[in-house]
């Protein structure tokens, strides 16, 4: 499975995640507190500034509020350019601030870094550039130029010019560092939530996939009865029929109709099965019903089963859960996808584990990427040798993480490795090479039954139906 364009999709949402009524409110709270600030440098410390010119810059925030919650509805979501105009403005208006209060001596001068870190969080990555540069040309501009803050003593408040620019590099670093840390994280956050919506679409997908078996084989056996008494009766009408010609065509129809029933009965589902025998299986069979799908695709699928030694022999019962099938299922997808003509799907059992070991004659997983392999959307290449073993493919990753996540939800432990091109022999003794994944169940987690605990499944019970 995998999902294109993933940057420019989050690109084009990033603005939506971003209520109007929110930037609102941390604006009244960021003019709060500069107009407390203004007015405790004023009065309790005595510090001479340009108070009107500050009241003005702060009073164009609050105006610049009232406007925008009396303008538009509470539940706004701002677009890419309102945001970023309206980002774009708090930069201004505080470097404004920054500059009739002291410029950089001004300790509030590291508030510069707020807006960039927001718009990195929210708005597209040629937005956030924009605001980081036009933060950093201000934070220069208002170094060299600004009103100083001037005691009541006539004393002027200045840092040493060495710290002037280091305070200046620290605010252009913490710009930049701060933009990539917070886009970084961002992004992540919402690649997992993407792809964990995907992990739930597909189990609910393979689980209704269960359930219509379950229903279909259920209607199978059910049904058997009713359409072999409906056939048998036909017959017998027929026999007497047979100086009625109009009758006996109809007869006739009754049978090759409940003939037809019966077929297609079977086609769907599994006959002389129940939905209460379809909880439990043999571990080879439900590992072959998730290889089913890939078995004539062109590449060779070769099974081996064989319990550990000191295990016992019989083939265990292990529970048919949807997220086991699946996830198994994804595993030998890419296996098959990226083998060059053989896949070797090996199971075998202990007195403690269960384990399912999925290998190819591929060229393995790319050293690059070997160590991220289960995190979602993983596509770029660190070396280009990396992309010539995969010609054409787009993935990046999302099929392994449901696989991963899925296994892993049902107990299982899994590894990503690469086997040596020579040396590596499975069972048979027959090299293999390219990627190996390795699923192993605790076997308590997937047994349906021990030897002994066999009981009795019980009659079938009416399958609720679905919302």
Request: glycine share 8%; hydrophobic share 45%; charged share 20%.
């Amino acid at each position: 499975m995998a999902i294109s364009s993933l940057d420019g999709f989050h690109d084009q949402e990033r603005s939506n995640w971003v209520r109007l009524r929110t930037l609102v409110t941390l604006r009244w709270f960021a003019a709060l507190g500069q107009a407390i600030a203004a007015i405790v440098a004023a009065n309790v410390y005595d510090l001479d500034f340009q108070y009107g010119l500050v009241g003005v810059v702060i009073a164009c925030s609050v105006l610049a509020n009232v406007i925008s919650g009396y303008s538009n509805p509470e539940n706004k979501r701002l677009s890419e350019r309102e945001a970023t105009l309206w980002l774009f403005f708090d930069l201004v208006q505080l470097s404004l601030l920054l500059f009739l209060t002291g410029g950089l001596n001004n300790p509030f001068a590291l508030l510069v870094l707020a807006p960039v870190t927001i718009a990195a969080t929210v708005l597209q990555l040629k937005s956030t550039v924009f605001l980081g540069v036009t933060a950093i040309i201000l934070i220069t501009l208002i170094s060299q130029w600004n009103l100083p803050l001037i005691t009541e003593t006539g004393f002027i408040l200045a840092l040493p010019l060495l710290f002037q620019f280091g305070f200046w590099l620290a605010l252009v670093i913490g710009v930049i560092f701060l933009a990539i840390y917070a886009r970084q994280v961002t992004t992540e956050m919402h690649a997992m939530g993407e792809a964990l919506l995907a992990t739930q679409l597909a189990l609910a997908r393979e689980q209704k996939l269960t359930d219509l078996g379950g229903v279909i084989a259920a209607a199978a056996h059910e049904l058997g009865t009713p359409l072999a008494t409906i056939k048998l009766v036909s017959t017998e009408l027929m026999e007497e029929l047979e100086n009625h010609p109009e009758l006996l065509e109809d007869a006739t129809l009754i049978r090759s109709q409940a003939d037809r029933c019966r077929d297609i009965l079977h086609s769907m589902g599994r006959a002389g099965k129940d939905d209460l025998h379809l909880r439990q299986a043999p571990l080879e069979t439900v590992v072959r019903e998730a290889a089913e799908p890939h078995l004539g695709r062109g590449k060779i699928v070769t099974f081996e089963t064989a319990p550990e030694a000191g295990a016992n022999q019989t083939h265990p019962l292990i529970k048919r859960r949807p997220e086991i099938i699946h996830g198994l299922r994804n595993l030998i997808q890419n296996a098959v996808d990226f083998s060059q003509s053989e896949v070797w799907i090996e199971t075998t059992w202990s007195e403690t584990t269960i384990s399912v070991r999925i290998s190819d004659d591929g060229s393995g997983f790319p050293q690059s990427v070997i160590g991220r392999i289960g995190d979602p959307y993983v596509r770029r290449r660190r070396f280009a040798e990396d992309g010539k073993s995969r010609p054409g493919y787009e993935g990046m990753g999302l099929g392994l993480f449901i696989a991963k996540t899925l296994l892993e939800r049902s107990g299982a432990q899994l590894s990503f490795t690469n086997s040596r091109r020579h040396g590596h022999a499975s069972w048979t003794g027959q090299a293999t090479g390219g990627a190996i994944v390795d699923v192993v169940w605790p076997r308590d987690k997937v047994i349906s039954a021990e030897k002994g605990d066999m009981r009795a499944l019980g009659k079938n019970l009416p399958i609720d139906p679905w919302p």
